[in-house]
């Protein structure tokens, strides 16, 4: 795909009479990469040099629509294909088991976390990674912006990935992002226990259409499923995993706490308090009382 997107600017450039150096001013950047784009020799292009070349060549979007298959190649298929859906996705809801889901991760962290791993395999490639990354969540604040709801393991809170510094911004994104209405964060604390996700991290993808697709992923894998019967089992799972988390309120105070650098004495509520907190949530927004084990009980009648 990139060879096909380095044609074309090719073939538009000299159709339209003009030296790499003249396209390259026009675009704001030098020859060399022009060079590198028609020769597919170098880093992919961002989206916005992908419009800047859309622009200068008249190309009628021409450009803008096959950037986002040149992209893709800086991944493996099997996150290829996740993020074709959830580009589409109308609600996105992840449970996060390592590191913060690359939708809300600052670029720092993002360098720290696409740094690693064995699907790696330059520094061109890994910077190509950290644009794609970052351009996919304007999702986030464009037209159309999904419902997000991610629920983060403790131990991304704990892990601190590219050190305290790159941490404690990170920390700081989170609480940002999770005041905005279509985004919930929610923690899981240690205390929980063993559940159904243990292997790694989960997400479910509600499309336009109100299906569901479901994600999972380990360190050097992941696997998109479709098979309506397996999406349902993921997505009780998913369920399961939010009513064991704390909530939205405190889980946002225990963000707080470990980035104020309080580690050890980061308090996690315990499982009457978590308990009393949520029926008051759902007291305040017109719900019921939860049982013990998460089910709904009718209020009590008052006595005459």
Do not use: C
Request: no cysteine.
């Amino acid at each position: 795909m990139a060879a096909l997107f380095g044609s074309r600017v090719r073939r538009l450039r000299t159709a339209a009479g003009l030296t790499q150096a003249e396209l390259g001013a026009r675009t704001h950047v030098v020859s060399s990469r022009i060079t590198q784009i028609e020769r597919a020799s170098g880093a992919k292009p961002t989206l916005g040099l992908a419009r800047a070349l859309d622009a200068a060549l008249g190309a009628d979007n021409l450009l803008v629509e096959l950037w986002p298959y040149v992209y893709r190649e800086a991944f493996p298929d099997w996150s290829r294909a996740f993020m074709t859906h959830s580009e589409r996705a109308v609600s996105i809801k992840e449970y996060a088991a390592h590191v913060v889901p690359g939708l809300l991760q600052t670029e720092a962290y993002a360098r720290a976390v696409l740094s690693v791993g064995r699907t790696l395999n330059n520094q061109e490639q890994l910077e190509e990674r950290i644009t794609a990354r970052l351009e996919r969540q304007g999702r986030l604040s464009a037209p159309g912006r999904p419902e997000l709801w991610v629920i983060l393991d403790e131990a991304v809170l704990r892990r601190p990935v590219g050190g305290q510094a790159v941490m404690r911004e990170q920390l700081e994104r989170l609480l940002e992002v999770a005041s905005e209405s279509h985004v919930t964060v929610q923690v899981l604390p240690f205390d929980q226990g063993e559940h159904d996700a243990m292997g790694g991290s989960l997400t479910v993808l509600t499309m336009p259409d109100e299906s569901e697709v479901a994600y999972t992923e380990g360190a050097h894998y992941g696997q998109l499923i479709e098979d309506s019967a397996e999406v349902r089992s993921f997505a009780l799972t998913y369920d399961r995993l939010r009513a064991a988390a704390l909530p939205p309120l405190m889980s946002l105070g225990m963000i707080r706490s470990v980035m104020e650098g309080n580690h050890r004495g980061a308090k996690v509520p315990s499982r009457s308090e978590r308990r009393r907190v949520a029926q008051e949530q759902l007291q305040q927004s017109g719900g019921r009382q939860l049982r013990g084990g998460g089910g709904r009980v009718p209020r009590r009648r008052a006595r005459p």
